[in-house]
């Protein structure tokens, strides 16, 4: 079975190492690693055209991939990175299963909670920004079409604290989701590898 | 045809007068409005369960939905809602034609120039964040993903500026997305509303 690696670990700067750890990983599980990084991108004439090519990459890795693990630890602010979410997104409407994790153990209300710009309205009973807008408060990782995706399938979304500087490069959570997704497919009498 | 009308406006507190207003243009444009709002959410025992109860009720609506038209607008950072993106992805999954629009005219690597964490790293030659990850500079609205795959669908993504204010109230974008759409379903001979 064909595992797709998301998540935002592409932008560091020690991109590849930390791809070629959860490649290795994959295998180790018995499953097929398929990664962003896995097909080189073509010459473009054009910065447009080079973003267009690697999407194109992307989308053809993930439709030949049986399921997707997906680093959905919050990026650049409370919610996870767009990109894997995007990517999750396109996955579930594929009806395939999906596995994921966040190095973060805290739900979103409280991670908003710590931001500046967070008021509670008496009136509503809600937590708002300064735009007025309101917050979910389900005790979710993140927005609640993210988390019911994976509880729908009866998954569990691994919420693990690492420390601040290894959220992006540790394998905690990666690992839970290999477990799972193993323990997963045996269940239903499916062996991730047939072919090895 | 069913629009799903997807957007972080539902966390206004005025949202059902601004989706209302989003269901009579969808109307006045020929398609069949299909909004979060649309079914009423069953009673629940838990927040977690009510979380749930909502994802399933825009799984289901959204599997009902020809097409979809998303609000991108950069929400609480320099990205688009992660819902949204979620449902963008879902929809893309399907192979089902997306539409979008932002009320933020600038780049992601623009928006992200202006955060205090961020640093050129004359190396790679590429903009960083605190935890040294990249930022792209394809000159697209958001991430590659999501500008590609309106751009492999033949789509426009409509980057509109209006007030800070007004970007989440704003109908611009939207207007311009039923356009599109409009005359994408023309000239494919296909009436959005072909029972009216």
Redesign the interface.
């Known amino acids: 079975m064909r595992a797709y690696l998301a998540g935002?670990e592409v932008?560091?700067?020690n991109a590849r190492e930390i791809l070629d750890c959860k490649i290795a990983l994959t295998r180790s599980y018995g499953f097929t690693p398929v990664s962003p990084g896995d097909l080189s991108v073509p010459e473009t004439e054009t910065?447009?055209q080079?973003?267009?090519a690697?999407?194109?990459l992307?989308?053809k890795l993930m439709s030949s991939a049986d399921l997707i693990i997906a680093n959905l630890t919050p990026f650049?602010?409370?919610?996870?990175?767009?990109?894997t979410?995007?990517?999750?997104?396109?996955?579930?409407?594929?009806g395939k299963p999906a596995f994921a994790y966040s190095h973060e153990a805290s739900d979103l209300l409280t991670r908003f909670r710590r931001s500046p710009e967070a008021v509670y309205?008496t009136d509503?009973r809600a937590w708002?920004?300064a735009?007025?807008?309101?917050?979910?408060?389900?005790?979710?990782a993140?927005?609640?079409?993210?988390?019911?995706?994976l509880?729908?399938q009866g998954r569990i979304f691994h919420r693990l604290a690492v420390p601040p500087?290894e959220?992006?490069r540790a394998m905690d959570g990666f690992i839970a989701c290999l477990k799972e997704a193993q323990s997963t497919f045996a269940a239903q009498g499916c062996d991730p590898a047939p072919a090895a």
């Not at 650049?76 to 990109?83: E, H, N, P, Q, T």
């Not at 979410?85 to 594929?94: A, K, N, P, S």
């Open positions: 935002p932008f560091l700067p910065r447009r080079r973003g267009l690697i999407s194109a992307n989308e650049r602010g409370i919610s996870a990175d767009v990109g979410v995007f990517e999750l997104g396109f996955f579930v409407g594929q309205d509503s708002r920004d735009l007025g807008m309101s917050v979910e408060d389900f005790g979710n993140d927005n609640l079409m993210i988390d019911a995706c509880a729908e500087e959220r992006f």
